[in-house]
């Protein structure tokens, strides 16, 4: 009964400095996308606890755990659906589980070398699967000029990143068109404007050896001047 007790005692106590240490914060990453997770309360910049994050705000796509900032532990990341595609963990920074990428209505990959019959090719990798881990370069970006008086449906975006044979993000490259409009533009972002968690990646490989490769983000944009994507 006494063991009992201070285990009662040792949780609460546990569950109580939590409570008073830490916040609950919420953001909005994409129009589609929002995050929770807490942050210290002596320092609200530092993350410090679990992490989730919704589609829509009911499909999980992203859970985990900060320890100062600091992903740790095993991360699990799921499509729009709910389906886990990933994990992947940062301890011992390997991915645990992946399904395997490949080309859908949103995503695509290119590749510069000439593929012949029989080849193998490994696509690319990021950590946060096919959808939370491309949240970043697509929350980046705003169109240069105002959505509040346009027919946003009439234009089509996307955008391309190159990846080197060393698994770096090269160079980052918004497109954007409409025929209605008579739009046609190509905007280059610095590369270092992304975190270097977000400048790498597991490079494609060709029968094994590391190639440069290409990944197409299908994207619209939404009525506040930013761009989305399922």
Request: aromatic share 16%.
């Amino acid at each position: 009964m006494k063991n009992i007790f201070l285990l009662f005692v040792i949780v609460w106590c546990v569950s109580d400095c939590f409570g008073q240490d830490t916040v609950e914060r919420k953001n909005r990453l994409t129009d589609s996308v929002t995050e929770r997770y807490y942050v210290l309360k002596s320092n609200p910049e530092i993350k410090q606890g679990p992490y989730k994050a919704f589609f829509r705000r009911r499909t999980l796509i992203a859970i985990g755990n900060y320890n100062k900032n600091i992903k740790t532990g095993t991360w699990q990341f799921y499509n729009t659906g709910g389906v886990l595609v990933q994990k992947y963990n940062y301890d011992k920074k390997i991915f645990t589980y992946g399904s395997p990428m490949y080309d859908t209505g949103d995503l695509s990959f290119l590749f510069d070398d000439t593929l012949k019959k029989g080849d193998k090719i490994a696509l690319p990798l990021k950590i946060g699967g096919s959808y939370y881990g491309f949240i970043p370069y697509v929350s980046l970006f705003r169109v240069p000029f105002e959505t509040w008086d346009i027919q946003t449906d009439s234009f089509e975006a996307s955008i391309e990143l190159l990846i080197s044979p060393m698994g770096r993000l090269a160079d980052y490259s918004v497109h954007i068109q409409s025929g209605f409009y008579e739009y046609d533009r190509i905007f280059k972002l610095d590369i270092n404007l992304f975190d270097e968690a977000d400048r790498t990646f597991k490079p494609a490989t060709l029968n094994g050896v590391p190639v440069l490769s290409r990944i197409i983000i299908k994207c619209f944009i939404t009525s506040s001047g930013g761009l989305d994507f399922d």
